[in-house]
Nanobody, 123 residues
Framework: QVQLVESGGGLVQAGGSLRLSCAAS????????MVWFRQAPGKERDLVAA???????TYSEFVKGRFTISRDNAKNTVYLQMNSLKPEDTAVYYCAARSSTYYSIEVRTYDYWGQGTQVTVSS
């Protein structure tokens, strides 16, 4: 069993930055592909960024060039650095883990989820 706890969300003005953290406990963190999803009110949960267990990153088009995902296996933590934030980035952000080499865009394929952290970007 893996427990994921997100932190770092909050209210920020457009153009500002936030850094989200997702701390994992339980089984071997380094064996998991880690991702960040987000869900705005009334919308589906969308993949934001992913990092494989070997450290390869990928990003959705709507955050590419502004967000950076990273992981620290020694601290069992994955991060999402969010720069140049826009009002449309407002959502609840979730980290998730799956025991696989590769990430997936399908929500149902993830074994573990955090509780979510709210990010609100004001215009």
């Amino acid at each position: 069993q893996v427990q994921l706890v997100e932190s770092g969300g909050g209210l920020v003005q457009a153009g500002g930055s936030l850094r989200l953290s997702c701390a994992a406990s339980g089984r071997t963190f380094s064996s998991y592909a880690m991702v960040w999803f987000r869900q705005a009110p009334g919308k589906e949960r969308d993949l934001v960024a992913a990092i494989t267990r070997s450290g390869i990153n990928t990003y959705s088009e709507f955050v590419k060039g502004r967000f950076t995902i990273s992981r620290d296996n020694a601290k069992n933590t994955v991060y999402l650095q969010m720069n140049s934030l826009k009002p449309e980035d407002t959502a609840v952000y979730y980290c998730a883990a799956r025991s696989s080499t590769y990430y997936s865009i399908e929500v149902r394929t993830y074994d573990y989820w955090g509780q979510g952290t709210q990010v609100t970007v004001s215009s």
